[in-house]
C-alpha cells in the first residue's frame, strides 16, 4: 500500500473551530492510494463493503470502530474516528457518510483515507493499527494574523503541550482546554488521536504535529494540523463575564 506522496496540503480559509460542521458539508480532506487498485465485484471489493457496514455499527456507541476483514492478499484493514464531542447520531451520520463518499472520491483504491469535521474513515491492505500515520495529513488556519505573534505562538504551544500530557489519561484519546489571554478573549484548544494507538504513541503523535506549528499557523487565530492518526485545533474566542 502506498498514500499519495503529498503528505502535506496547506487550505487556506477562516473558520470556527467551536462551530458543528452541517451535516452533510464536504468533506475536508481526503487522500487515494496509488498505485494500487483492485477490480470490480472481487473479493477485495467484497471484503471492504463488509468492513466498512462493520465500522458503520460499530463506530457510533463509543465514537471509535476498527477491524479487518478477509485473508491475505484481499484482506482490508480499517478505523473510523469521531470527534470526541460528537453524539452517537451525528457520529454515525458522519461514518456513513464518509464511506460513501470515499468510495466515490476513491472507487478501486485499496487503501484511502477522509476526514469530516465530525469524523475520519480510513482503510487500507497494508495493517496499520498502533502506527502513526504521518503520511496523510493537512494544514487548515484561520486568514486572520494576531497583533503579536510570538508571545501568541508561545501560549498556543504551552495549551496544546497541557493538552498532549492530558490526552495520555484519557481512555478516549481526547481532550480540550482553554486559557485566558487577556480580559475579552480566551484560547481554545483541542487533541485528539485514533484509538488504536497506545496512550505513549499518541502522546508522541500528538507532541510530533505540535512541532508543526510554526509551518502551519504562524501568529494565525486558529489552526489546525490534522494527521491520519491524530489532530490538534485552536482558536481564540470571546471571554464572556458570567
Not at 64 to 76: A, L, R
Not at 135 to 141: D, L, Q, T
Not at 159 to 165: E, G, K, V, W
Given at each position: 500500500m502506498s498514500f499519495s506522496n503529498s503528505v502535506s496540503f496547506l487550505c487556506l480559509l477562516a473558520f470556527s473551530l467551536l462551530a458543528h460542521t452541517v451535516l452533510g458539508a464536504d468533506p475536508l480532506f481526503h487522500f487515494c492510494s496509488t498505485p494500487e487498485n483492485f477490480t470490480a465485484n472481487g473479493p477485495y471489493e467484497y471484503n471492504l463493503n463488509k468492513l466498512t457496514g462493520y465500522l458503520y455499527y460499530q463506530t457510533p456507541p463509543e465514537g471509535?470502530?476498527?477491524?479487518?476483514?478477509?485473508?491475505?492478499?484481499?484482506?482490508?484493514y480499517g478505523l473510523?474516528?469521531?470527534?470526541?464531542?460528537?453524539?452517537?447520531s451525528d457520529c454515525k451520520t458522519c461514518v456513513v457518510e464518509a464511506g460513501s463518499e470515499i468510495r466515490k472520491r476513491c472507487p478501486y483504491n485499496k487503501a484511502a483515507i477522509?476526514?469530516?469535521d465530525n469524523c475520519l474513515l480510513k482503510y487500507s491492505n497494508d495493517g496499520f493499527f498502533g502506527q502513526i500515520d504521518n503520511?496523510?495529513?493537512?494544514?487548515?488556519?484561520n486568514v486572520k494574523v494576531v497583533s503579536e505573534p510570538a508571545t501568541f505562538n508561545g501560549k498556543t504551544k504551552e495549551?496544546?503541550?497541557?493538552?498532549?500530557?492530558k490526552i495520555q489519561a484519557t481512555p478516549k484519546l481526547y481532550a480540550t482546554g482553554e486559557m485566558k489571554l487577556g480580559e475579552s478573549t480566551k484560547l481554545y484548544g483541542?487533541?485528539?488521536?485514533?484509538?488504536?494507538?497506545?496512550?505513549?504513541?499518541?502522546?508522541?503523535?500528538?507532541?510530533?504535529?505540535?512541532g508543526e506549528l510554526p509551518s502551519c499557523c504562524d501568529g494565525k487565530e486558529g489552526g489546525r494540523v490534522v494527521s491520519g492518526s491524530c489532530n490538534f485545533r485552536y482558536e481564540i474566542y470571546p471571554f464572556v463575564n458570567a
Open positions: 471509535f470502530g476498527h477491524g479487518s476483514i478477509g485473508q491475505y492478499p484481499d484482506q482490508t473510523a474516528l469521531c470527534r470526541g464531542d460528537a453524539s452517537s477522509i476526514w469530516y503520511r496523510n495529513k493537512f494544514y487548515m488556519w495549551l496544546l503541550n497541557q493538552l498532549a500530557d483541542l487533541v485528539q488521536c485514533t484509538r488504536d494507538l497506545s496512550s505513549a504513541v499518541c502522546k508522541k503523535c500528538i507532541d510530533g504535529i505540535i
